[in-house]
């Protein structure tokens, strides 16, 4: 089994309580929620007031996706908006030193090549984020009564995560496209890294699994279409798929959330 959570990235912004309606009419389990604030990726969208704003539309999952920088900011605000789950990003928290000043270090425009990814496919471990930090915060959003969820680039190996991080999360975001667009093409590198998660996390004692109260879900984000990128990563072992483009520019929402499950 697995959820799909469409992602109003790509839905009509001029009526967006009907757009969240329509797939959750049409059989959504999760409706995910992009936040993005302009420097921890070259976009900006929206925050928690409009999620508050959202929430009395819908009974779905709120999986809030938060591409920010100093995430542990706005947590509260997230979950006093009804999120159920809040989802940063490890690299957010690498220890090596922000410089804002140097726009080209984190993204130079071009944000498939940019320096960042340079510097994340380079081998990291656990020590080159701020780890013990990270953990911190996935315990306060749990403290909080959401779910904690970690995401990391298609770069970032599954290595830079602590076993401790591991054994704390309730969802996994693996992304296979760099965050900050939708309707980008899917990055297959995150096929082995759903399998290397998977027995890692097992190792450890944790299940996977769709059940978000017990096990941990492995839920993949970008690019993901029905056919071969759902087949390949559900196969793998994913148990959450996120899409965003596939659902909202689809013709039939139903039957393409149809074929995303089956
Ligand atoms: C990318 C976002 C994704 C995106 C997915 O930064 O995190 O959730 O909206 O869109 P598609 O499915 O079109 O790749
Ligand atoms: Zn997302």
Request: proline share 4%; glycine share 6%; with cysteine.
């Amino acid at each position: 089994m697995v959820l799909i959570s469409p992602s109003i990235l790509s839905a009509d912004f001029s009526s967006i309580k009907d757009e969240i309606q329509k797939v959750e009419e049409a059989g959504a389990d999760w409706i995910h929620l992009d936040v993005m604030d302009g420097v921890f990726v070259p976009n900006l969208t929206f925050g928690a007031p409009v999620i508050k704003k959202l929430r009395p539309f819908s009974k779905l999952f709120f999986d809030t996706h938060l591409m920010i920088f100093y995430p542990e900011k706005h947590i509260e605000d997230f979950a006093k908006a009804g999120s159920d789950s809040i989802i940063i990003h490890l690299e957010a928290y690498r220890t090596q030193e922000f410089d804002f000043s140097n726009k080209s270090f984190w993204q130079t425009g071009d944000h498939k090549n940019s320096n960042q990814e340079t510097w994340e496919s380079s081998g990291k471990s656990p020590l080159d984020y701020d780890s013990k930090k990270v953990l911190e915060v996935l315990k306060s959003i749990k403290k909080l009564g959401c779910k904690a969820g970690i995401s990391i680039n298609p770069a970032c190996p599954v290595s830079a995560l602590s076993d401790e991080i591991i054994k704390e999360l309730n969802l996994i975001l693996l992304m296979s496209v760099n965050p900050g667009f939708g309707g980008q093409e899917f990055k297959p590198v995150v096929i082995e890294k759903i399998k290397e998660f998977k027995s890692r996390a097992e190792a450890l004692g944790r299940s996977i699994g769709v059940d978000i109260d017990n096990d941990i879900v492995i839920e993949i984000d970008g690019g993901i279409k029905p056919g071969d990128t759902a087949e390949q990563v559900k196969s793998a072992g994913a148990t959450a798929l996120v899409a965003g483009s596939a659902v909202y520019h689809s013709d039939n929402v139903k039957k393409t959330i149809d074929l995303l499950k089956n």
